[in-house]
Nanobody, 119 residues
């Protein structure tokens, strides 16, 4: 079992910045991928950013956030961050942290944190 707890969401004006955090605990071992997805009302959940363990330079980003968002990991704290800059109203969504182990096909999700971009 893996537990994921997100924090850092809130209301931010267009053009602003925000940092989300996801603290992971439990059976975190071997090769895995951690990252962020988001979902807004009426839309499917979409990829924001993913980063595999052991290859911190191989981050993968959704097209709509490339150049604005950055994912990072603090291995000592088992925490993954999402640094969001130049936020747009279209970035408004619930952001979910995800842990995926491709060998065991296990998949865990956090409860989500709301990000609202509005003036």
């Amino acid at each position: 079992q893996v537990q994921l707890v997100e924090s850092g969401g809130g209301l931010v004006p267009p053009g602003g910045s925000l940092r989300l955090s996801c603290a992971a605990s439990g059976s975190i071992r071997g090769f895995y991928v951690m990252g962020w997805f988001r979902q807004s009302p009426g839309k499917q959940r979409e990829l924001v950013a993913l980063m595999p363990s052991g290859s911190r330079s191989s981050a993968n980003y959704g097209e709509s956030v490339k150049g604005r968002f950055t994912i990072s990991v603090d291995d000592a704290k088992s925490t993954v961050y999402l640094h969001m800059n130049a936020l747009k109203p279209d970035d408004t969504a619930v952001y979910y942290c995800n842990y995926h182990n491709p060998l065991s096909q296990s998949d865990y999700w956090g409860r989500g944190t709301q990000v609202t971009v509005s003036s």
